[in-house]
């Protein structure tokens, strides 16, 4: 039986559960699961990582390697745990700032916690930013300036979003 897939919407090939085994082992191995250690694991061709054709392993220079940090990145946060709807599913792993960890378990340390609504917080604000310049940009723009409410929405939600978290630091 399927444990994990990948979130919908991606495009990761490969075995999610497999991925997740050989995740476990790295967090293992090395105290903290990073995209360094994912790509480094990966190269090996024997490594399940490997199979997931997004890396390109055919490449050896620096813009191929920060390439597949990026890729790294973004396969960790595809894995999720599937629910009966999808829109209900679960992401296995959340980012505190350093590195990847069990959402399942993240509460109980009350550090990793913390740094993780940390990065959450500087996402929610990375994206309060986007809106905001999306805000501005139909504003100004005839054709757009439909869009003008649905935005104000969008922006009104994620500045509760942002208070919200502010509070519980």
Request: no cysteine.
């Amino acid at each position: 039986m399927t444990t994990y897939k990948f979130k919908a919407g991606t495009r990761f090939s490969g075995d999610p559960d497999a991925i997740v085994v050989e995740f476990e082992r790295l967090r293992s191995e090395f105290g903290a699961l990073q995209p360094e250690a994912i790509v480094e694991a990966g190269a090996d061709e024997g490594n399940p990582i490997h199979d997931v054709k997004q890396f390109l392993w055919d490449d050896d220079d620096q813009a191929a390697h920060e390439y597949r940090l990026t890729i790294a990145r973004q396969l960790v946060r595809a894995i999720v745990i599937p629910a009966k709807d999808p829109k209900d599913d679960q992401s296995k792993y959340v980012y505190t700032e350093r590195d990847y960890v069990p959402l399942a378990g993240i509460t109980a340390n009350p550090g990793r916690y913390l740094l993780a609504l940390s990065a959450a917080r500087r996402d929610l604000e990375s994206a309060q930013r986007r809106v905001d310049d999306l805000l501005n940009a139909a504003k100004t723009n005839k054709s757009r300036r439909g869009d003008v409410a649905a935005i104000m929405l969008a922006v009104e939600a994620l500045h509760t979003a942002n208070e919200s978290i502010r509070t519980i630091h």
